[in-house]
DNA sequence: CGCACCATGTAATGCGTTACATGATTTT
DNA sequence: AAAATCATGTAACGCATTACATGGTGCG
């Protein structure tokens, strides 16, 4: 998938592994994310086989930089791949729900200060996903009017980021309302060891 | 992780892992799951390690079955992994939004497309987290007193799921209306190749 | 007759993370 | 003086998927 994600950001624009990583923290990175030094390995790989081609360029005072782009076979890959329609649901991996699921026998206060904990994060997450990131999709669109549509594309994905992490906040403040009712105050089987 | 969820689902009973595939699929598939060789492989390391013991028990008319049994230093394992909190937010994948975040060479028509085959999949699977689920959580509290706590925070997993693919087909039908509003009937780019 | 279910596993491969290694420049 | 940024990568490892292999029972 990773690959796709690449072959995506370079049909834009060429540019090297570092600066990929980059964008994708501030753009797909809601949605997709990857370490640098898997990256690095993907565009060597999609290098021999042809989707991306590179070259060094020598910079003064900073290490060379090597950049990418996208070749003409490459941008068939992303088409072809991108045509393909999804029809299935992607698995859901949360490892907070398989935390709380088992977690009885922590107690009623272990497991509300794991949701404050969560609840915390979400909210500062809440902050990157909303005003900030929505102006600057409109800034680049603003700029580049050729990219207006693309710019529709890319505010849908930013909402549902949006939209995901306000359902999460919700359902904490819930869930942590429900079990401070439910549960006791002593902690149940607790501290069976030492 | 899969390593816990097995023992998460060991704490409660000693099981096959045909079994525990089982289980997982229709509780905690929710949020997360695994194919059967994954879990043959996960249990084999398991018991390895210490964490549960097995022995095969001889059937008539079947496969003999090999079952699964917690020990005491899984169950420690297990409380120790509930106990150190989640200090980090779970990075989502999700191949949907990285697939619509770079359509737009496909055109209008092939994006509402790709959204509507996902609104009828997760109209599909909303039908699975609603009331059937509901009713068999509470089935299995009202059946064993002692899991009605654990019933609740089943029901919480639950209600997490419900609430996701609700803010995900209303997201979807939204994002249906915008880009049938945006986008040109024509295809802007599409079909370059032959 | 064929398919689904019960039940177990191995082998090959792919995807991804973490740790390691290097080294100059700019900012605090 | 220390930390962050720019810039690239390798190596080891772990987690997960897919395909393959086996074989009896029960149902339509």
Chains 1, 2 share one sequence.
Not at 19 to 48: C, M, P, V
Not at 124 to 146: E, F, K, N
């Amino acid at each position: 998938m990773l690959k796709y994600m690449l072959l995506g950001q370079l049909s834009y624009l060429p540019q090297t592994g570092y600066n990929l990583k980059q964008e994708i923290d501030q753009s797909t990175g809601f949605f997709w994310h990857a370490e640098l030094s898997q990256i690095y390995r993907t565009l060597k790989q999609l290098e021999e086989t042809g989707l991306v081609s590179s070259y060094v360029q020598a910079q003064e005072g900073r290490p060379d930089k090597r950049i990418y782009a996208i070749t003409e076979a490459g941008q068939r890959a992303l088409l072809d791949w991108l045509r393909a329609p999804l029809v299935e649901i992607e698995p859901v991996k949360d490892t907070l729900l398989l935390k709380l699921f088992f977690s009885r026998p922590l107690g009623k206060e272990a497991i509300l200060t794991q949701l404050r904990i969560q609840l915390d994060l979400h909210r500062q997450l809440r902050a990157l996903y909303g005003q900030p990131a929505a102006d600057s999709i409109r800034a680049v669109a603003d700029q580049y009017p050729h990219l207006a549509l693309d710019a529709v594309l890319w505010e849908a994905t930013r909402r549902c980021g949006e939209s995901y992490v306000d359902m999460y906040i919700r359902w904490l403040e819930e869930t942590l309302t429900v079990i401070s009712r439910a549960f006791p105050d002593s902690d149940p089987v607790l501290d069976e060891e030492e």
